[in-house]
C-alpha cells in the first residue's frame, strides 16, 4: 500500500476505508445532516446491507427497525449534539455498545459486539469484568493515538504548507510526495502536477546555471545528491518558470529510516529574487553615491575659477567702457588744439592699423558674451552640487518643479543634439514629500531613455529633432510629472517587460536594463507612488509619475501665505 497524496480527497478516503474496511467492530461516520458517508464491512451488516447501500442514506432510514438507536440519533440531531452512548444495544439477537465520537463535520459511530459479555454477565467473574474494561480502555486508547497522530500529521502538513520557504520532499525513487505553498509558487505548478513529475532540475522543472543558458549538470542536482547521501547547499541555481527564471538557494538532505536506510530527501528552497535585486539597488546607490560625491567635489572645484574669471570679466566690461570714452575724449582733444592735419592723419592711420573702431565695438560684446558664457558655467555648477547633495534616509518636503528644472540642467549634454526640451509646471503644486537624490535619479534615467529614443528617429541628421516634453500638476492627493517624447515607442510586448529587472531593448554595452526596474522600485516601494507608461511603436512614450501628498491643501495655502 502506498503513501497516500495528501491533495486527493478521494484517494486519502479510500486508503482509510481499506484500513478499517475488515475491522472486527462496525465503523460508521455521518455528516452534520445525519447521512452517512463511510462504513465497513461490519457496520454495514449490521443494517443487513452492502456497503454501497448504506453510504449515502440516512441515519434514521437505516436504523428505522432499531428503536433505541434512532431515538438517540433523533435526538443528537434536533439538539446538535453527538455525544451518547448505548451499552446494550439488542440487534436481531445480538447485543451490541455504541460509542460515539464527534467529529468537526460530523460523528463517528462505533459498533462493538458484546453480546457474550452479556448473556455471560452472570457467570464472569470479577477479574474477567475487569479484563474486558480494560480491553475496551485498550481499544479506545489505541484509537484516541490513532486519531491523535493523523491530527499531527494534518498539523504537521499545515505548518508545512505555510512556511515562507519551499518545502519539497522525495522518495528514495526521486518522485515528490509533498511540496508546500511556496514550492509550488516557485515552481509555477499545482501540488498535483508536482507529484506526477521528475526530479528537480530536469523535464519537470528545468535548471539553469545562474545568470546563462547552460542547463545545470543533472549529477549535481540536489535531490539526487540528497538521495545518495550526501548533504548540500547550493547558491546558482535558476529554476525556470514559464517565461522568467527564479533564483533560488538550496539546501538539501537525506533522511533515513530506523534501519539507517534513505527513504526520502528534504529539499528547501527559497527565492533570490528579491534579496539580488535590493543587492543591485544598494551597488547602484552606492556607485551614484560615489559619482554625486565625485560631481559635488568637481563643482567646488570649478566655482572658486568661475567666480574670479566673472568678476574679471565684469571688470574688463567697466574698464573698456571708460578706455573708450578716454579714446574719444583724446580725439576731441587733438581737435580743438587744433594740431596739425598731418598729426591727425598719423592718429587716424594708427588707429586704422590697431583697427581701434572694430575692437571699441567689439570687445565689449565678447565681454558680455564671456560674462554669460560663465553665467551658464556657474548655474551648471549651482545644478551639479544641488543634484549630488547627499541623500537622506527620511523625506523631506521637496519642491519637484526645481528638481525638474535642475535635472534638466544637467542632463543638457544627453539631450542638446538631438532634441528641445519643453516644461510645463504648475506653479502651484505643493511641496511633495520624498527622498530628493532618488527622485532626482528616476528623473534623470526617464530623459536619458527619452533621448536615446528620439536619437534613434533622427539618426545623424543636423536638421531633425524630436521634443522632450515635462509637465508637473496636482489632483486630489496626488502630485504628477509626466514626461513625454517623440522617440521610437514601444511594442506591446516590450511594454508589458519594460519595469522587469535587466530588460533592455539596447544594444549590448549601452544599457544594463535595471534603471527603469529602479526606478518603479523608488516610486513604488520607497514613496508609495505609481508609474507607469503609454506607448505604442513608432508614436514616442509617456511616463506618468505620481507621488502621495498627505496634506495637499494645507501644503498650497503654506505657499500662498
Known amino acids: 500500500m502506498r503513501w497516500p497524496s495528501t491533495k486527493d480527497s478521494t484517494e486519502l478516503k479510500e486508503f482509510l476505508i481499506t484500513l478499517v474496511?475488515?475491522?472486527?467492530?462496525?465503523?460508521?461516520v455521518a455528516d452534520l445532516d445525519g447521512n452517512c458517508t463511510m462504513a465497513n464491512r461490519r457496520a454495514s451488516r449490521l443494517f443487513q446491507r452492502e456497503p454501497g447501500e448504506v453510504v449515502?442514506?440516512?441515519?434514521?432510514?437505516?436504523?428505522?427497525?432499531?428503536?433505541?438507536?434512532?431515538?438517540?440519533?433523533?435526538?443528537?440531531?434536533?439538539?446538535?449534539?453527538?455525544?451518547?452512548?448505548?451499552?446494550?444495544?439488542?440487534?436481531?439477537?445480538?447485543?451490541?455498545?455504541?460509542?460515539?465520537?464527534?467529529?468537526l463535520h460530523g460523528q463517528l459511530l462505533v459498533f462493538d459486539d458484546v453480546t457474550r459479555q452479556v448473556h455471560g454477565r452472570q457467570a464472569q467473574s470479577k477479574l474477567t469484568q475487569e479484563l474486558a474494561a480494560a480491553n475496551r480502555d485498550l481499544e479506545e486508547r489505541q484509537r484516541r493515538q490513532t486519531e491523535?497522530?493523523?491530527?499531527?500529521?494534518?498539523?504537521?502538513?499545515r505548518f508545512?504548507?505555510?512556511?515562507?520557504?519551499?518545502?519539497?520532499?522525495?522518495?528514495?525513487?526521486g518522485k515528490p510526495v509533498f511540496s508546500n505553498e511556496e514550492a509550488?509558487?516557485?515552481?509555477?505548478?499545482?501540488?498535483?502536477?508536482?507529484?506526477?513529475?521528475?526530479e528537480l532540475g530536469q523535464d519537470g522543472f528545468p535548471a539553469f546555471v545562474r545568470g546563462t543558458d547552460k542547463r545545470y549538470p543533472e549529477r549535481m542536482l540536489p535531490v539526487g545528491r540528497a538521495l545518495a547521501g550526501e548533504s548540500v547547499t547550493l547558491d546558482d541555481i535558476e529554476i525556470q518558470n514559464g517565461d522568467r527564471r527564479i533564483p533560488i538557494h538550496t539546501k538539501a538532505a537525506p533522511i533515513k529510516d530506523k534501519d539507517d536506510q534513505i527513504v526520502f530527501a528534504l529539499t528547501v528552497f527559497e527565492d533570490e529574487t528579491e534579496k539580488?535585486?535590493?543587492?543591485?539597488?544598494?551597488?547602484?546607490?552606492?556607485?551614484?553615491?560615489?559619482?554625486?560625491?565625485?560631481?559635488?567635489?568637481?563643482?567646488?572645484?570649478?566655482?572658486?575659477?568661475?567666480?574670479?574669471?566673472?568678476?574679471?570679466a565684469h571688470f574688463l566690461r567697466t574698464a573698456m567702457a571708460n578706455v573708450v570714452q578716454m579714446l574719444d575724449f583724446y580725439e576731441?582733444?587733438?581737435?580743438?588744439?587744433?594740431?596739425?592735419?598731418?598729426?591727425?592723419?598719423?592718429?587716424e592711420a594708427k588707429a586704422k592699423q590697431l583697427r581701434m573702431r572694430f575692437l571699441s565695438s567689439k570687445i565689449p560684446k565678447a565681454l558680455d558674451a564671456m560674462i554669460e558664457g560663465v553665467g551658464a558655467v556657474s548655474h551648471l555648477v549651482r545644478s551639479m552640487k544641488e543634484f549630488s547633495h547627499p541623500g537622506t534616509d527620511d523625506k523631506v518636503p521637496t519642491d519637484i518643479n526645481a528638481a525638474i528644472q535642475t535635472t534638466v540642467t544637467i542632463s543638457r549634454h544627453e539631450w542638446k543634439y538631438v532634441a528641445d526640451v519643453e516644461t510645463d509646471l504648475d506653479e502651484e503644486i505643493p511641496l511633495v514629500p520624498c527622498l530628493p537624490g532618488e527622485l532626482n535619479q528616476v528623473i534623470l534615467n526617464l530623459i536619458i531613455n527619452a533621448s536615446h529614443a528620439i536619437s534613434d528617429v533622427v539618426g545623424e541628421s543636423e536638421d531633425a529633432r524630436g521634443k522632450i516634453m515635462i509637465s508637473t500638476r496636482s489632483e486630489d492627493h496626488w502630485?504628477?510629472?509626466?514626461?513625454?517624447?517623440?522617440?521610437?515607442?514601444m511594442s506591446e510586448r516590450v511594454r508589458d517587460k519594460i519595469f522587469d529587472p535587466f530588460f533592455t531593448t539596447k544594444k549590448v554595452g549601452h544599457g544594463t536594463g535595471q534603471g527603469l526596474a529602479i526606478a518603479r522600485s523608488i516610486i513604488v516601494d520607497k514613496h508609495g507612488g505609481s508609474i507607469a507608461v503609454e506607448s505604442a511603436e513608432g508614436e514616442g512614450a509617456l511616463f506618468v509619475i505620481r507621488l502621495p501628498i498627505p496634506s495637499m491643501s494645507a501644503e498650497r495655502d503654506e505657499r500662498r501665505g
Open 56 to 103: 449515502d442514506r440516512s441515519l434514521l432510514d437505516l436504523s428505522s427497525d432499531i428503536p433505541e438507536l434512532r431515538s438517540r440519533i433523533e435526538t443528537s440531531l434536533r439538539e446538535g449534539r453527538f455525544v451518547y452512548q448505548i451499552e446494550e444495544l439488542p440487534l436481531r439477537d445480538e447485543y451490541y455498545s455504541v460509542r460515539v465520537q464527534p467529529l
Open 276 to 312: 539580488l535585486r535590493a543587492q543591485r539597488e544598494r551597488l547602484q546607490s552606492q556607485k551614484l553615491q560615489s559619482v554625486g560625491q565625485l560631481a559635488a567635489g568637481v563643482a567646488h572645484e570649478i566655482n572658486t575659477p568661475m567666480q574670479y574669471i566673472g568678476d574679471n
Open 479 to 489: 502630485a504628477e510629472i509626466r514626461i513625454a517624447d517623440t522617440g521610437t515607442g
Open 184 to 198: 509550488q509558487r516557485i515552481l509555477g505548478q499545482d501540488r498535483l502536477a508536482i507529484e506526477r513529475s521528475c
Open 160 to 173: 508545512l504548507d505555510k512556511m515562507p520557504v519551499a518545502v519539497l520532499v522525495t522518495e528514495a525513487t
Open 148 to 157: 491523535l497522530l493523523e491530527a499531527k500529521r494534518q498539523e504537521l502538513f
Open 332 to 347: 576731441q582733444v587733438l581737435i580743438r588744439l587744433g594740431a596739425g592735419k598731418e598729426l591727425l592723419a598719423d592718429v
Open 21 to 28: 474496511g475488515d475491522a472486527p467492530f462496525g465503523i460508521l
